[in-house]
């Protein structure tokens, strides 16, 4: 079995199966598999796709004991996400995407925290500040295209719908830590056939296809991550530890509006897809 040392939790991922192992005293919730029929509908193209083929898999609420109570005072859950290798049809295996709700006065949507444990990441992330009225009215403003690798760990920004994806060689293991509580939202996405633009890889290359669904999108802006100490955000230092550490540095995630600014400039801005994937 692989250690998965970035988490900073007694975890190790079975060769072959790709399932996730948790050593007592470790604890979770639920365990779910999402296979390929369950993603149909959200793909560039579908034909001719085993449909019990694996695609994720989701570890929710995981802790130990002794820190159960901690999450629990935030209203914070820890979980872990498997996407699995290789491509369909040419594009990158992903999650399904979904937009978060709104706080109570409506100024902003919840952030979220993604922390890649394994492999390397590429999250879409599209703003439409109507996304929870009439999907067919959706309005993408701004679109954002964020490489995060091994170690790291981006804030999702408050009023970005969002999608991880696959971009890297082997399994992407993820984990999230978020205010659970929050509404999710999925149906603009599911509507549309999937986020903005399709990720693909072809012969290793990675390329972006705009969603023919969609209109008037915005040209994607393209970005990797900087590390912010102050939101309890340090590279190499896993998500879980900094959180028992320091549970008032991850006050953003149930209380948005005081962090929108510092958290989009941890969006370190380049020129081309190419540049956030060298």
């Known amino acids: 079995m692989n250690e998965l040392k970035n988490s900073g939790l007694q975890l190790?991922?079975?060769?072959?199966?790709?399932?996730?192992?948790?050593?007592?005293?470790?604890?979770?919730?639920?365990?779910a598999i999402k296979n390929v029929d369950q993603m149909m509908n959200l793909l560039r193209n579908a034909a001719g796709l085993n449909p019990d083929e694996r695609f994720y898999d989701v570890y929710r609420g995981i802790r130990l004991p002794e820190d159960q109570a901690l999450l629990e005072s935030r209203d914070y859950r820890y979980d872990i996400t498997v996407i699995m290798d290789g491509t369909v049809n040419g594009e990158c295996k992903k999650t399904s995407g979904h937009y978060h709700g709104y706080n109570p006065t409506r100024t902003n949507t919840y952030a979220e925290v993604y922390e890649v444990i394994e492999g390397r990441a590429l999250y879409v992330l599209q703003r439409a500040d109507n996304f929870d009225t009439d999907p067919q009215q959706v309005k993408i403003s701004d679109l954002i295209f964020a490489v995060v690798e091994a170690g790291q760990a981006i804030i999702i920004p408050p009023n970005y719908g969002h999608c991880s994806i696959n971009v890297g060689e082997g399994p992407l293991v993820f984990s999230n830590l978020a205010y659970a509580p929050c509404p999710v939202a999925y149906d603009s996405v599911k509507h549309y056939h999937g986020m903005s633009w399709y990720i693909m890889r072809e012969e290793g290359r990675i390329s972006a296809v705009p969603n023919p669904n969609y209109q008037d999108v915005p040209a994607p802006r393209f970005a990797k991550i900087r590390e912010n100490p102050h939101l309890g955000i340090q590279f190499g230092h896993p998500v879980y530890n900094a959180y028992r550490e320091n549970p008032q540095a991850f006050d953003f995630l149930g209380n948005p509006d005081p962090y929108v600014d510092e958290i989009m400039s941890m969006l370190d801005f380049k020129t081309t897809l190419e540049d956030i994937l060298k």
Not at 17 to 27: E, K
């Open 12 to 31: 190790y991922m079975q060769e072959g199966t790709n399932r996730i192992a948790l050593l007592a005293p470790l604890q979770y919730d639920a365990y």
